[in-house]
């Protein structure tokens, strides 16, 4: 199967990996919308397709709507859409978003996610991704399912309450972790210290991560119940509030995981 007709709904980071994708896979993009029309444009010219800013004008030929705006814009992007025929199918990309609202304009409706992070100009190769679909019905969950196996080889049927445990477990993966990266490079830039000697214990750490239990390798003075080690380090970061309540919450739930909070000092 090839040549499935898509619109794209939303320009944004996601958009600009899904649908290139999509349509190097042999997708027939129709039409991309933003509400903003030079932001629609940009890549529709990259795929060939027309660009709009109107949800009223969207192209009514396509089989998959993929819906790729930001999450808090769903409910009100969704109420604009046009009521699609019952061999239409409507999708959005969120992780944390139920499907069951896609149903106010659609028959056919579901999900198409993939379990990563993207920024418009950062390249990511879609098939290493593991994509999770999921439609109401027979023909939604197979179409949707055909276009991410364009994409990549690992493709899971995923509702919505699992998705969003996976979206869950994926912010605090990739996106708590890039913070803690983030405070820690400023903490020494701030302290005129050089952030780049963190590189090898970085990759390290993440090496580790990706091939043994997280669990059984922890260390650190919370693992040990290095109490003076901790108070020093507090000292350090005392004026910044948030800062110390992440290290404080941290070391709270290093010492509860591993039963530390008794363990004699030294
Ligand atoms: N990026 C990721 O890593 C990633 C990964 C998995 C899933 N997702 C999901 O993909 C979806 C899009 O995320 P993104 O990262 O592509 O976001 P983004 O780069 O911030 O782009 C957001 C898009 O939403 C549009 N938009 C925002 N508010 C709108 C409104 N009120 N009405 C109409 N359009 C509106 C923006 O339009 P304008 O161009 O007009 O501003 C833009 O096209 C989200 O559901 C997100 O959870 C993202």
Redesign the pocket.
């Known amino acids: 199967m090839t040549n499935i007709k898509v619109v794209s709904?939303?320009?944004?980071?996601?958009?600009?990996?899904f649908i290139p994708a999509l349509h190097k896979a042999g997708c027939d993009i129709l039409q991309v919308?933003?509400?903003?029309l030079s932001?629609?444009e940009k890549l529709s010219i990259k795929v060939k397709a027309t660009a709009t800013?109107s949800?009223g004008q969207l192209n009514t030929e396509a089989e998959v709507y993929l819906?790729?705006?930001?999450?808090?814009?769903?409910k009100?992007?969704v109420a604009q859409l046009p009521q699609l025929n019952s061999k239409q199918i409507l999708a959005?990309?969120?992780?944390?978003?139920s499907i069951i609202l896609l149903g106010k304009k659609a028959e056919n409706y579901g999900s198409f996610?993939?379990?990563?992070?993207?920024?418009?100009n950062k390249p990511a190769d879609l098939s290493e991704i593991p994509f999770f679909i999921f439609g109401n019905t027979p023909l939604a969950t197979r179409v949707l399912r055909m276009m991410a196996r364009q994409l990549s080889p690992t493709v899971q049927e995923v509702d919505d309450k699992s998705r969003l445990r996976y979206?869950l477990a994926a912010v605090m993966m990739n996106n708590f972790t890039n913070h803690l990266a983030c405070k820690t490079s400023q903490f020494l830039e701030d302290n005129h210290l050089d952030p780049k000697v963190l590189l090898p214990i970085v990759k390290s750490s993440f090496d580790k991560i990706l091939n043994s239990d997280p669990c059984l390798i922890q260390t650190g003075p919370a693992r040990r119940n290095d109490v003076k080690v901790e108070a020093k380090h507090l000292a350090l970061i005392k004026e910044d509030a948030y800062l110390s309540a992440i290290y404080k919450s941290l070391t709270q739930s290093i010492k509860k995981t591993y039963n530390t909070e008794n363990d004699a000092h030294s």
């Open positions: 709904i939303g320009s944004g980071d996601l958009a600009h990996h919308y933003s509400r903003n932001n629609a800013d949800l819906l790729m705006v930001k999450d808090d814009a769903i009100e992007v959005h990309s969120s992780g944390a978003t996610y993939a379990l990563q992070s993207f920024k418009k979206h």
